[in-house]
T-cell receptor, first 110, second 119 residues
Framework: QKEVEQNSGPLSVPEGAIASLNCTYS??????FFWYRQYSGKSPELIMS????GDKEDGRFTAQLNKASQYVSLLIRDSQPSDSATYLC??????????FGTGTSLTVIP | DAGITQSPRHKVTETGTPVTLRCHQT?????MYWYRQDPGHGLRLIHY???????DKGEVSDGYSVSRSKTEDFLLTLESATSSQTSVYFC??????????????????FGNGTRLTVT
């Protein structure tokens, strides 16, 4: 069973702070890694994808990948109340399957 | 939603009845997936398809069947619905990028979901 683990939270940060979300995965052969945001009652939407070790930045979002430690993280800088949502970590295996963590609930307090 | 339509959006059915959920895409993507989402379990893969008439099981496939007769349509069928199948069902699509050993899947893009209640 391939597993993706996330802290369920809830994680609360004040507006303007940095939110840090973490994810570990069990399948060492995993190749592709994704962060999705899901608002209550809505479908997941892609925030970031990362395929190689290191950091990838996109606006206020930075994804970090460490394949040796089987760890991927998402940093949200200058957090806004609109960032309040559940964040899902997803991992694609060497085949065609995508596995998801249970999500971390983030609340940004104005 | 990247040209993905799920129908119906909501359905209430009785235990023991058959139910079919439809996913329709206009992106001509090769891969299509059915997930269910439940509190405490996150998104779990039911079945996926890697081409017309090519499907494979996911981690929670028991009680579900799928069919893909056209690139754009992927059907999920509950042959005899049970209360444990009450859930939100999401369809997602992905495409293969590149070729040979360098190919990889594009990220999943999701439909709006179907909320199914089995009473």
């Amino acid at each position: 069973q391939k597993e993706v683990e996330q802290n369920s939270g809830p994680l609360s940060v004040p507006e303007g702070a940095i939110a840090s979300l973490n994810c570990t995965y069990s399948d060492r052969g995993s190749q592709s890694f994704f962060w999705y945001r899901q608002y209550s009652g809505k479908s997941p939407e892609l925030i970031m994808s990362i395929y190689s070790n290191g950091d990838k930045e996109d606006g206020r979002f930075t994804a970090q990948l460490n394949k040796a430690s089987q760890y991927v993280s998402l940093l949200i800088r200058d957090s806004q109340p609109s960032d309040s949502a559940t964040y899902l970590c997803a991992v694609k295996d060497t085949g065609n399957q995508f596995y998801f963590g249970t999500g971390t609930s983030l609340t940004v307090i104005p | 939603d990247a040209g993905i339509t799920q129908s119906p959006r909501h359905k209430v059915t009785e235990t023991g009845t058959p139910v079919t959920l439809r996913c329709h895409q206009t992106e001509n993507h090769r891969y299509m997936y059915w997930y269910r989402q439940d509190p405490g379990h996150g998104l779990r893969l039911i079945h996926y398809s890697y081409g017309v008439k090519d499907t494979d099981k996911g981690e929670v496939s028991d009680g579900y069947s799928v069919s893909r007769s056209k690139t754009e349509d992927f059907l999920l069928t509950l042959e005899s619905a049970t209360s444990s199948q009450t859930s939100v069902y999401f369809c997602a699509i992905s495409e293969s990028i590149g070729g040979g050993k360098a190919s990889y899947n594009s990220p999943l893009h999701f439909g709006n979901g179907t909320r199914l209640t089995v009473t």
